[in-house]
Structure formats: structure tokens, C-alpha cells
């Protein structure tokens, strides 16, 4: 079955929406104009219930069956919120933001959402009830901790839940998906280094901090390749580097480090935030300085449950045929905060390809109109199939 033909007659008009939430951009929780476009289009279709403020800003539509909603119910979910990047693609429908842009297509995932939630709002072909949810603050906010721990999923009696996102570098149209880690869990630490700071010309009588900080970010290397299963995944990526020093003659007193970890596993995810601080602190301390590591724990491993990604398997498949779902996606070291929707309900995330360009996080990335009529049908068909199981 190709894509459905309602949402194809309306994916000129669904591509105008994501255009103008692209204009438009908000991040994190800021997100009132999308929101409230969101609500009042799912007022306007005759969703049976619309609440807003639901996470602090999201926005959550309440669509029941033909049997009056009696039965199972379904959440389908996409995210709202932009990224703090300036725009560099030149399109016309480019930010009016500056320093704010839809890096990451979350203007596609709503617009795509919206498309199926009209088109499910018209059919009613199913029993049970789908909830719609648009969700706040995915890029580093926690808005789907937020959502769950404002109680959504009680509330409405949610069963099961759904995600998406849109994947550049995968074929335009394709979907890919996996049992199991989907995406991983994402911490960050930072690493803060005491020595004893003076003249540049005089390291002797000094405990030079840069120094140290070289030495701690060459070896935490060494917890991957040394104290990981080869066959297993982590990655620790040091990414920023500061002294308080700017002076070309000045050994610094102090410097900081930042950095992420990204983890498949939470045994692995244990391991590494155990061996960090003891691996920093004894460097320091062979050089003589202090080290401290403030570790924190962000976003979940997004996991994929077994029956729940057969369901959307069979959905996609409907869409696009049997060859243009890849059922054994390898998994992705970013991370998602649907994570926290999978950890208090079954269900799965899968990936819509949106063929060549830009990735996503980069100013030269734009969402591609033309897989919407594949993620909007795809919605309703997994719907429908969810319901059904």
C-alpha cells in the first residue's frame, strides 16, 4: 500500500506548516507560538480533548475511535523546539530568528504529526484512542521527562508510545529501525583541575594545569579502548578546554574541562562514571594537582521493545513496501529524550530516511518536504495497526 492518498492531496499544505514553524523557531521550553498553533489546529479537526501545558509547554490531542475511545490507547509523539544555531540555508522560508534555527527537523516531526492527527480526527477508522503528543525541550531540556513526570501517561491510560525522527544520510522516504538500543543514553561531566599558577618562564616552581589536562584528556581515551568489550559501545568525547589564563606568559591556576559520554548499556554507563573520577584524580595527583570530576546522568538509552517495533515494522512496510525498511538499523551514539517515554511505557522509535544534504545540528540543514507524505502516513497506518494488535 503507497502512501495514504488523503495525506498525499494535503502534503503541499503540510509542507506550508513546517515552513512556518520554520520561520519561527523556539527553543527548549519557549515554545508558545508552535504550541499554541498545535492546539488550536487540533481544536479546529474536532479532537475529542486538547490540553496545553501539559511538560510545561507541550500540548497533548485526544483522538478517540469509532467505539468512543473504549479500549487501548496509543501515543503517538513528536517534538517542537529548535536548536541555538544561526541559519545558513538560504531558503526562503530560512529563520527570522537570529542565532535560532530547525537543525533538526523538529518542524517536520510536528507538521507530519498534525497531517495524521487531521486525518485521523476525519476517519475515525480505528477503536480505542490515539493521543497525539507535541512534545517541549527535546535538545537538552527534558521536555519528554517532563511530559512523563506530569503524569501523561496516567492520565489518559496510555498503553503504548511512538517516535520518529528523520535521518539524513538514510534513502529520502525509507524507514530504519531496531529491537533493542536504538540511540544511546548521553551524560556529561565536567572536570575541574588545582595547581599552582606563576610565571610562564619558571615551570618549576609551578603545577601547571594545562599540562595536567592534556595528560587526563589522553587517557580517558583509555577507559574506552581498555576498560570496554570491544564488541561492546561507549564513546567520551572531551569537547571543551579552559584555563584562567589568557596571558602568553602565565601558567594557569586553574583549569576546566567538559565533555559527554555516550553509552548502549547501563553496565557500561556504570563502569565509566565509576573509573572517570578515579582515573582524573590520580593523574592530577602524579603531577602534584587536584582534580574533581561532577558527573551527571541526561537522557536514557532509547530502547526499542520487541513486540512494539514489529508493530511499527508492519506499518512502515504497508507504506513503502517490504525493501524500504531496514528492520536491523545500526544503532546511533545521539541520544533522544524519548528515552524517558520508552522507560514508563513499551514501544518504539524508528528513523524516516531523508536522503542527501546537510545532517542535522548543522546550519546548512533543512528538513526534506518531500518525505512528508511517507511520516504522516506512516503515523495513521501505526495507529491503526497498534489499535488493532
Request: net charge negative; hydrophobic share 40%.
Given at each position: 500500500?503507497?502512501?495514504?492518498?488523503?495525506?498525499?492531496?494535503?502534503?503541499?499544505?503540510?509542507?506550508?506548516w513546517?515552513?512556518d514553524?520554520?520561520?519561527?523557531?523556539?527553543?527548549?521550553?519557549?515554545?508558545?507560538?508552535?504550541?499554541?498553533?498545535v492546539?488550536?489546529?487540533?481544536?479546529?479537526?474536532?479532537?475529542?480533548?486538547v490540553?496545553?501545558?501539559?511538560?510545561?509547554?507541550?500540548?497533548?490531542?485526544?483522538?478517540?475511535?469509532?467505539?468512543?475511545?473504549?479500549?487501548?490507547?496509543?501515543?503517538?509523539?513528536?517534538?517542537?523546539?529548535?536548536?541555538?544555531?544561526e541559519e545558513?540555508?538560504?531558503?526562503?522560508?530560512?529563520?527570522?530568528?537570529?542565532?535560532?534555527?530547525?537543525?533538526?527537523?523538529?518542524?517536520?516531526?510536528?507538521?507530519?504529526?498534525?497531517?495524521?492527527?487531521?486525518?485521523?480526527?476525519?476517519?475515525?477508522?480505528?477503536?480505542?484512542t490515539?493521543?497525539?503528543?507535541?512534545?517541549?525541550?527535546?535538545?537538552?531540556?527534558?521536555?519528554?521527562r517532563?511530559m512523563?513526570?506530569?503524569?501523561?501517561?496516567?492520565?489518559?491510560?496510555?498503553?503504548?508510545?511512538y517516535?520518529?525522527?528523520?535521518?539524513?544520510?538514510?534513502?529520502?522516504?525509507?524507514?530504519?529501525?531496531?529491537?533493542?538500543?536504538?540511540?544511546?543514553?548521553?551524560?556529561?561531566?565536567e572536570?575541574?583541575?588545582?595547581?599552582?599558577?606563576?610565571?610562564?618562564?619558571?615551570?618549576?616552581?609551578?603545577?601547571?594545569?594545562?599540562?595536567?589536562?592534556?595528560?587526563i584528556?589522553?587517557?580517558?581515551?583509555?577507559?574506552?579502548?581498555?576498560?570496554?568489550?570491544?564488541?561492546?559501545n561507549?564513546v567520551?568525547?572531551?569537547?571543551t578546554f579552559?584555563?584562567?589564563?589568557?596571558?602568553?606568559?602565565?601558567?594557569?591556576?586553574?583549569?576546566?574541562?567538559?565533555?559527554?559520554?555516550?553509552t548502549?548499556?547501563?553496565?557500561?554507563?556504570?563502569?565509566?562514571?565509576?573509573?572517570?573520577?578515579?582515573?582524573?584524580?590520580?593523574?592530577?595527583?602524579?603531577?602534584?594537582?587536584?582534580?574533581?570530576?561532577?558527573?551527571?546522568r541526561?537522557?536514557?538509552?532509547?530502547a526499542?521493545?520487541d513486540?512494539?517495533?514489529?508493530?511499527?515494522?508492519?506499518?512502515?512496510?504497508?507504506?513503502?513496501?517490504?525493501?524500504?525498511?531496514?528492520?536491523?538499523?545500526?544503532?546511533?551514539?545521539?541520544?533522544?529524550?524519548?528515552?524517558?517515554?520508552l522507560?514508563?511505557?513499551?514501544?518504539?522509535?524508528?528513523?524516516?530516511?531523508?536522503?542527501?544534504?546537510?545532517?542535522?545540528?548543522h546550519p546548512?540543514?533543512d528538513?526534506?518536504d518531500?518525505?512528508?507524505?511517507?511520516?504522516s502516513?506512516?503515523w495513521?497506518?501505526?495507529?491503526?495497526?497498534?489499535?488493532?494488535?
Amino acid at each position: 500500500m503507497p502512501v495514504l492518498n488523503s495525506i498525499a492531496d494535503a502534503a503541499a499544505e503540510i509542507a506550508e506548516w513546517r515552513r512556518d514553524f520554520h520561520i519561527h523557531p523556539e527553543l527548549q521550553f519557549e515554545v508558545h507560538r508552535t504550541a499554541g498553533i498545535v492546539a488550536e489546529k487540533l481544536r479546529e479537526w474536532g479532537c475529542d480533548e486538547v490540553v496545553e501545558g501539559i511538560g510545561k509547554t507541550g500540548v497533548v490531542g485526544v483522538i478517540k475511535g469509532r467505539n468512543g475511545g473504549a479500549g487501548k490507547v496509543v501515543g503517538l509523539r513528536a517534538d517542537m523546539d529548535a536548536l541555538p544555531i544561526e541559519e545558513a540555508t538560504g531558503k526562503p522560508w530560512s529563520s527570522q530568528t537570529p542565532g535560532v534555527m530547525h537543525a533538526c527537523g523538529h518542524d517536520g516531526h510536528t507538521a507530519m504529526l498534525l497531517g495524521a492527527a487531521r486525518s485521523l480526527c476525519e476517519s475515525r477508522g480505528f477503536d480505542g484512542t490515539v493521543l497525539v503528543i507535541f512534545q517541549p525541550a527535546e535538545e537538552g531540556g527534558g521536555g519528554g521527562r517532563e511530559m512523563v513526570q506530569d503524569g501523561m501517561m496516567e492520565r489518559w491510560g496510555v498503553n503504548e508510545v511512538y517516535g520518529l525522527h528523520n535521518m539524513p544520510g538514510i534513502p529520502a522516504g525509507t524507514f530504519a529501525i531496531r529491537k533493542g538500543p536504538m540511540m544511546a543514553a548521553a551524560d556529561h561531566f565536567e572536570i575541574e583541575i588545582q595547581g599552582l599558577g606563576g610565571h610562564a618562564a619558571k615551570p618549576h616552581d609551578c603545577i601547571d594545569t594545562t599540562l595536567v589536562g592534556a595528560h587526563i584528556m589522553t587517557a580517558v581515551q583509555s577507559i574506552v579502548s581498555r576498560n570496554v568489550d570491544p564488541v561492546r559501545n561507549a564513546v567520551i568525547s572531551v569537547t571543551t578546554f579552559h584555563t584562567d589564563s589568557t596571558a602568553h606568559n602565565v601558567i594557569p591556576q586553574k583549569a576546566e574541562m567538559k565533555g559527554t559520554v555516550r553509552t548502549l548499556s547501563t553496565e557500561v554507563q556504570d563502569m565509566i562514571e565509576t573509573r572517570l573520577p578515579v582515573l582524573v584524580s590520580n593523574i592530577a595527583a602524579g603531577f602534584g594537582a587536584r582534580a574533581q570530576v561532577h558527573y551527571h546522568r541526561n537522557y536514557p538509552v532509547t530502547a526499542n521493545h520487541d513486540r512494539e517495533t514489529e508493530i511499527a515494522i508492519a506499518a512502515a512496510k504497508e507504506i513503502v513496501g517490504d525493501a524500504q525498511v531496514e528492520p536491523d538499523k545500526d544503532p546511533v551514539m545521539g541520544a533522544e529524550d524519548f528515552a524517558f517515554m520508552l522507560n514508563a511505557r513499551p514501544g518504539a522509535y524508528i528513523m524516516l530516511g531523508a536522503g542527501e544534504g546537510a545532517g542535522v545540528h548543522h546550519p546548512a540543514y533543512d528538513f526534506n518536504d518531500e518525505i512528508i507524505p511517507e511520516g504522516s502516513s506512516y503515523w495513521v497506518k501505526l495507529a491503526e495497526k497498534a489499535l488493532a494488535s
